[in-house]
């Protein structure tokens, strides 16, 4: 029987695990298969405090991690495929291999829908990117396009002409999806430049290990045409990881975990931290900083019930 259980290795999961491990609760942290989570996609980040030349994304995670580990996480690859929160202590399931805890921080991040181009993958970190907060500040006077045609892309384009000269909107229909004030925002600005009725269906160069173009077809003629850019951001949207709770946690309608006072979802004992109850700001120090709220909060259920 385990005091604490953290599912998910990311930025939010691993200072949870640092702060219970500090409280001596001994804390166990299952990785998941995408071990290290969003922040293993990425190259330097620049915006995460304590690193004023910036920090390699993967090694920000082995760091966290070694820190955790010193006092006295424990770590466990796999995903962890069925839980049972109906009743304490609370069942996790890992293929066929079971784990009993009193309590559960639930740190499963989410996940940036993809275009599902094999270009896309490769270039992922190296010109594609899924955050135009992170990145943008690497695209100072280049031309890029953001994919997609919701709030998500709009927001994203608005913050892009900060940097970039050009951002060429690529959607697949004639007209936004976005609200309409980010619509009238978008086209009022002279540093847009919309790409209706269009989709992306190669991204250019993974040989060269860099984005120099993108390959576009006309959803209407089939007409394609090729496009020289500096970047891509996919702005479609995210899903966060949670059909693993679905029918035993609240959700809202996309899918994120609801949390009220601080890290409590709706089941008590069951804390939540990171992107995977984030729809807003999705970055590491704000999944950090919910994961220390988590610990904190499972520290505090577990010193009431004693
Ligand atoms: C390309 C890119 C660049 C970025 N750059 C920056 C940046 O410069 N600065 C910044 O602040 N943020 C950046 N971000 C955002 C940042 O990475 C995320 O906000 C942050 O990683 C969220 O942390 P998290 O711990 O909530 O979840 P994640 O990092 O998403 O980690 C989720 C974890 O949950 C695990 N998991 C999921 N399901 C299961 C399961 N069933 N069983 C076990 N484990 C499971 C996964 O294996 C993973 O370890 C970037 C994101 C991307 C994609």
């Known amino acids: 029987m385990r005091n604490v259980v953290i599912i998910g290795s990311g930025p939010a999961g691993l200072t949870a695990a640092l702060y219970t491990g500090r409280a001596n609760l001994a804390p166990l ?4 298969v995408e071990a290290g989570g969003q922040l293993m996609l990425t190259t330097l980040v620049e915006n995460f405090p304590g690193f004023p030349k910036g920090v390699q994304g993967q090694e920000l995670i082995e760091l966290m991690q070694k820190q955790a580990a010193e006092f006295g996480a424990e770590f466990m690859e796999g995903n962890v495929t069925r839980v049972d929160l109906t009743r304490r202590p609370f069942v996790l399931e890992l293929g066929d291999q079971r784990i009993e805890t009193r309590t559960l921080i639930i740190a499963c991040g989410a996940s940036a829908k993809l275009l599902g181009l094999e270009s896309e993958r490769k270039l992922l970190g190296h010109g594609v990117s899924t955050c135009a907060t992170c990145d943008g500040y690497f695209f100072r006077n280049r031309e890029v396009a953001v994919v997609g045609g919701g709030d ?3 927001e994203d384009a608005l913050f892009l002409t900060r940097y970039a000269t050009q951002v060429n909107v ?5 007209q936004l999806r976005a609200s309409k004030i980010m619509q009238d925002r ?3 600005n002279e540093k847009i430049n919309p790409i209706w009725n269009t989709v992306v ?4 160069d993974p040989s060269k290990g860099e984005v120099t173009g993108v390959k ?13 850019l500096d970047g891509v951001f996919i702005g479609i949207g995210h899903l966060p ?3 693993l709770f679905a029918g035993q946690l609240e959700m809202n309608d996309v899918g994120y975990l609801i949390t009220h006072d601080g890290s409590k979802t709706s089941v008590p004992g069951v804390f939540a931290a990171g992107d995977v109850q984030d729809p807003v700001y999705r970055q590491a120090i704000t999944a950090a900083g919910s994961g220390c709220m988590a610990a904190m909060d499972a ?3 577990l010193e009431a019930e004693h």
């Open 241 to 243: 990881n949670t059909s």
């Open 170 to 174: 690529i959607h697949r229909r004639d």
């Open 152 to 154: 998500t892309a709009a």
């Open 216 to 228: 576009l077809k006309h959803t209407k003629t089939g007409e394609e045409t090729l496009k020289s």
């Open 186 to 188: 978008l086209m009022r």
């Open 299 to 301: 520290e505090r259920f």
């Open 201 to 204: 269906t190669d991204i250019l």
């Open 29 to 32: 942290l299952i990785r998941g």
